[in-house]
């Protein structure tokens, strides 16, 4: 069973930089569809950054241009770099791991998802 452990987070200030890491053991990441979230108490959780299918990263819209996805094979690492940070990027991110499944194409099971503890990342203004 893959294993998803987040680390990085921590507090800046607005306008800072962080770098969150999602280290998988039990398997390779590249066997999953890779999915960054957060969530503030109170509030539902938010797609933040994706690698799936096509190993192309997807940003939400928010996000695009100041984070960015990448990965380390070797390592079995995935790494978010989080730039030009603002206090409303204040939440706790998650790592969560889908199985890859071939039925005639590939697609992300949703029946085998797996979830970090998560990491807190606090911007002050």
């Known amino acids: 069973q893959v294993q998803l452990v987040e680390s990085g987070g921590g507090s800046v200030q607005a306008g800072g930089s962080l770098r969150l890491s999602c280290t998988v053991s039990?398997?390779?990441?590249?066997?999953?569809?890779m999915h960054w979230s957060r969530q503030v108490p109170g509030k539902e959780r938010e797609a933040v950054a994706s690698?799936?299918?096509?190993?192309?990263?997807h940003y939400a819209d928010s996000m695009k241009g100041r984070f960015t996805l990448s990965t380390d094979h070797a390592k079995n690492i995935l790494y978010l770099q989080m730039n030009n940070l603002v206090p409303e990027d204040t939440a706790v991110y998650y790592c969560?791991?889908?199985?890859?499944?071939?039925?005639?194409?590939?697609?992300?099971?949703?029946?085998?998802?797996?979830w970090g503890h998560g990491t807190q990342v606090t911007v002050s203004s």
């Open positions: 039990g398997d390779s990441y590249s066997r999953y569809c």
């Open positions: 690698i799936e299918i096509s190993d192309w990263p």
């Open positions: 969560a791991a889908k199985k890859k499944v071939f039925g005639g194409v590939w697609y992300c099971s949703g029946s085998s998802m797996y």
